[in-house]
């Protein structure tokens, strides 16, 4: 170190000790806001920290689980995705990915960032739990899947009806279910109980084309072409 450090060095080291000032306070406000459930603010806040500390993995982190809250889990994955790269064995990431995905409904996206979880900690006790849970789950849908690619209607409905006992408390799977068993009801020329589901499905979700098409083939079924 320079003892006398000219104008310029002096300027730099003050603008530096300013913008770290700056960040730390910025910093201490978004952990306010995040704990006062303010995790729009606490956003905003980690925007501005993380333009500057782009490799902070903690932050990210951070900001993710106020996307969580605020419901933008395509946002919370990005963030997450980069604090696992960014911090090695990184389990607490993977788990939160793999969590993510399965509350959305994609158990094969689910699976895999599990497994990566798995593979930096094979006793991570969170993780092994989850993904007993998503093979399982994971195994019978292929198994309807493959049951209705070979028109064995009646054992798909029943591996469908497995699956929304597998998982209860995750709707995105239950309406799923419901929505291939309608599917297979309308196929195995059941068209009353088709169309009683099928319309189940459609009350969750009006737009959903596969329920339309398989209640539309059911009403021809028994000849309501009026409905």
Request: aromatic share 8%; with cysteine.
């Amino acid at each position: 170190l320079k003892s006398n450090p000219s104008n310029n060095e002096e300027k730099e080291a003050q603008t530096q000790l300013t913008k770290s000032d700056e960040l730390q306070r910025l910093h201490s406000q978004a952990l306010s806001a995040y704990q006062q459930e303010d995790y729009g603010a606490a956003i905003s806040l980690l925007d501005e920290i993380l333009a500057v500390c782009v490799w902070d993995a903690e932050l990210r982190e951070l900001r993710a689980e106020c996307y969580i809250k605020e419901g933008e889990p395509s946002k919370a994955i990005s963030d997450l995705k980069a604090a696992a790269k960014l911090k090695n064995d990184n389990t607490e990431a993977f788990y939160k990915i793999s969590k993510i995905y399965y509350q959305l409904g994609d158990h094969e996206l689910s699976l895999s960032e599990v497994r990566e979880c798995l593979k930096l900690d094979q006793d991570h006790k969170q993780c092994f739990s989850l993904y007993k849970q998503v093979k399982k789950l994971n195994k019978q849908i292929e198994s309807a899947e493959e049951f209705i690619r070979e028109s064995r209607y009646e054992d798909a409905i029943s591996k469908y009806e497995s699956v929304m006992k597998t998982e209860p408390e995750v709707p995105v799977y239950s309406t799923r279910a419901k929505e291939r068993i309608c599917h297979c009801l309308s196929k195995n020329q059941q068209a009353t109980e088709a169309i009683k589901l099928c319309s189940e499905v459609l009350q969750l979700e009006p737009t959903n084309v596969n329920a339309l098409k398989d209640r539309a083939e059911a009403y021809l079924l028994e000849d309501m072409y009026e409905e």
